[in-house]
């Protein structure tokens, strides 16, 4: 026979159960968009890092609440020491002189009005963070409310070299950061660095170094390169097309040239900032494919102009590549050419490195007794086909971009000048050097076989 007692007590063993299995019995909401934002700054034995999140970043924890629905502050101010830690500093790790740090000690905690304006500047957000709470009769809804948090870290100096790995894209679907690193002893106007970056951008040093250029970018462009399928594609059509020529090294050149040139052109702000632009020329570099993947079934340019054809499409994907480029500039502190050059570099290499393992699987391919002609018509008509495809997708988004002509000025029509004279100056130099001096200097690069240019 049950007890009375016992009947009783059930329903609170179910309540305190509901209570520690609520967080993960039901599906954690993920908000659209957050932006966090925060200061940085070691000074003495300590590194301060000042956040701000809002209360929606927060959606595993439920607040205490008054019967309107607002923040009941007094019980509310209680948690946030514990909200911060879960949700902000386990997931920012800081390395000092390339040791993780241990994770840092929660200093103050506030809760902060929609319209607070505090985090403007380090010094009003430091002051904020020491200065009195809301009084717990201030209205304010979770929805709107935002959290602001002083962390300390223990450090050997300020004058180490900081690095930081922001993991906080769990927040939500799309997260914006701006993080701002105050130099030790510096104050409102002595801002160092200022990075704005979405998601998670990995590991990355707050005041880089000259060294720092060459670890983070080179890989990036090499990445930069295997990732990309417009850019596979378009090599797998130079290794058909060049596999057995020497043709392939003007051409490699001079396609080299002029990517260069736009990259670092673009990187240094002379393309447009207009949103039709990389729509225009990622269908200009799916036009190269079509082109390319032709030129192996027809041939339809002289074998010694090629280099032409390579310098114009050069062009195009120096640009395409800007686009992954400019975004991650900011890390590279204030080396911007030596960012710039490290991540050609990283290109380069990818390029050789596609090329080097194309060029004999090709070859070995055509041993295995398939018609060579046959075999290279029946490949370019593939990437030809995916190639179209890409172009007509692109071509269509091209059409439904928004051209405003009443934004053309006198300082961009300067800046479509100056491209303009680059243009014809690298095109006369190439031409001098491929078109000019190389035939006299080698002659004709011949290639096995009985014809001298395919």
């Known amino acids: 026979m049950i007890s009375r007692r016992s009947t009783i007590a059930a329903p609170s063993i179910f309540v305190a159960l509901f209570a520690v299995l609520a967080p993960s019995a039901f599906p954690h909401v993920i908000p659209d968009d957050v932006t966090v934002q925060m200061f940085a700054k070691p000074e003495g034995g300590r590194f301060h890092l000042l956040v701000r999140v809002p209360f929606t970043a927060l959606a595993d924890i439920i607040f205490p609440a008054r019967a309107g629905g607002d923040l009941d502050l007094p019980q509310v101010d209680g948690m946030l020491a514990s909200a911060a830690k879960t ?18 000690q929660v200093v103050e905690t506030r809760v902060s009005l929609p319209y607070d304006t505090s985090f403007a500047s380090y010094e009003e957000a430091w002051a904020h963070l020491m200065g009195p709470r809301l009084p717990g009769s201030v ?51 002595e801002v160092a660095r200022v990075y704005g970056y979405q998601g998670d951008p990995g590991l990355f040093k707050l005041d880089p170094g000259w060294s720092e250029p060459v670890r983070r970018f080179v890989p990036l462009g090499f990445f930069q390169i295997l990732k990309g ?65 032709f030129e192996n079934i027809v041939a339809g340019t002289p074998a010694q102009y090629r280099w032409m054809i390579a310098f114009g499409f050069g062009l195009a994907y120096g640009f395409g590549f800007s686009f992954a480029l400019r975004p991650a500039l900011q890390f590279g502190g204030s080396h911007v050419l030596a960012s710039i050059l490290s991540f050609n570099v990283g290109i380069e290499l990818g390029q050789i490195l596609i090329l080097g393992l194309l060029i004999p699987a090709l070859n070995v391919i055509f041993q295995w007794g398939v018609p060579e002609r046959i075999a290279t018509i029946f490949l370019a008509a593939l990437t030809a086909h995916t190639g179209w495809h890409r172009m007509i997708d692109r071509a269509r988004w091209l059409s439904a971009s928004q051209f405003n002509w009443t934004a053309v000025n006198p300082a961009i029509l300067a800046n479509v000048q100056r491209w303009l004279i680059a243009v014809l100056i690298f095109a006369g130099l190439a031409y001098l050097v491929f078109g000019v001096l190389r035939p006299r200097m080698f002659g004709p690069m011949k290639m096995r076989g009985p014809a001298v240019y395919r």
């Not at 948090?149 to 922001?166: C, E, G, Q, W």
């Not at 797998?236 to 050149?253: E, Y």
């Open 229 to 293: 399928a417009d850019y596979l594609l378009f090599l797998f059509c130079v290794a058909l097309l060049f596999r057995r020529s020497l043709a392939l090294i003007p051409f490699v050149a001079a396609f080299t040239a002029a990517h260069s040139m736009t990259l670092i052109a673009s990187a240094y702000g002379l393309a447009p900032e207009a949103l039709w632009f990389p729509v225009l020329f990622e269908t200009l570099i799916a036009v190269s494919i079509v082109y390319m993947a």
């Open 139 to 189: 209205q304010v809804f979770p929805d709107q409310a935002m959290l602001d948090v002083l962390f300390d870290y223990p450090i050997h100096s300020d004058r180490s070299d900081f690095a930081v790995h922001s993991r906080l894209a769990r927040l939500a679907v799309r997260v914006v950061t701006t993080l701002r690193f105050v130099s030790p002893g510096g104050t409102r106007s």
């Open 87 to 104: 949700w902000i500093s386990d997931w920012v790790d800081l390395y000092e002189d390339d040791t993780l740090l241990p994770k840092p």
